[in-house]
């Protein structure tokens, strides 16, 4: 499961296109809110045993929080750059195949 919030989220609906195409199961949460960060619903995904993953524009300030609300249930894996760089639709799927363990 992406989770990602503004543009970051715009991208993540182009990669889930583009890995649906290919065979990938791709799902997108998206907070309406960062504050009160969305635990619950976080702990939910990844008590259903879906790996999570943080697309952001930033060095990792949300993977964290996600991190934290998985609570060590399933894998968390980051998606992003520092310096408000927006990630690629390219770089997106590939790093859902890392976390996924694809080739």
Do not use: N
């Not at 290919?22 to 635990?39: A, E, I, M, Q």
């Amino acid at each position: 499961v992406l989770i990602a919030y503004g543009t970051s989220s715009r991208v993540c609906k182009g990669a889930l296109q583009a890995a649906h195409g290919s065979g990938l199961k791709l799902g997108l949460f998206r907070p309406l809110t960062l504050w009160p960060f969305p635990t619950d619903r976080i702990r939910l995904l990844a008590e259903r045993g879906k790996r999570l993953l943080a697309v952001e524009m930033s060095a990792g300030q949300m993977v964290e929080d996600v991190r934290l609300a998985a609570e060590g249930r399933t894998r968390v894996a980051h998606c992003g750059q520092p310096g408000g760089a927006v990630p690629t639709t390219l770089e997106v799927i590939e790093a859902a195949r890392s976390l996924l363990r694809l080739p």
